[in-house]
């Protein structure tokens, strides 16, 4: 998958991006277009919007009200994100 081309970090265009709220097939588009346009301002940018989200209290529940949906790819059209878990 091509969300896996970058190392995993703290925090990302996600987590700030909606957070919890967010399903999960936005919030692997959004890692993709990560990917596609990081950059070190891109990265402080994340980490200044995280300290904000974080202290906002931003995005940390659903309207469903679970805190997160669980990953289901099969559910979500995402059935390669399994595929490429195996590679």
């Not at 659903?62 to 995402?78: H, Q």
């Amino acid at each position: 998958a091509r969300r896996h081309e970058v190392r995993p970090g703290i925090t990302g265009w996600a987590q700030v991006n909606g957070r919890n709220s967010v399903d999960w097939e936005p919030r692997l588009a959004m890692d993709i277009w990560y990917v596609d346009h990081r950059s070190i301002w891109l990265d402080a940018r994340i980490l200044l919007r995280t300290l904000l989200v974080v202290l906002r209290r931003e995005g940390i529940g659903t309207d469903r009200g679970v805190v997160m949906e669980e990953f289901r790819p099969e559910l979500a059209g995402l059935a390669s994100e399994i595929d490429d878990r195996d590679q």
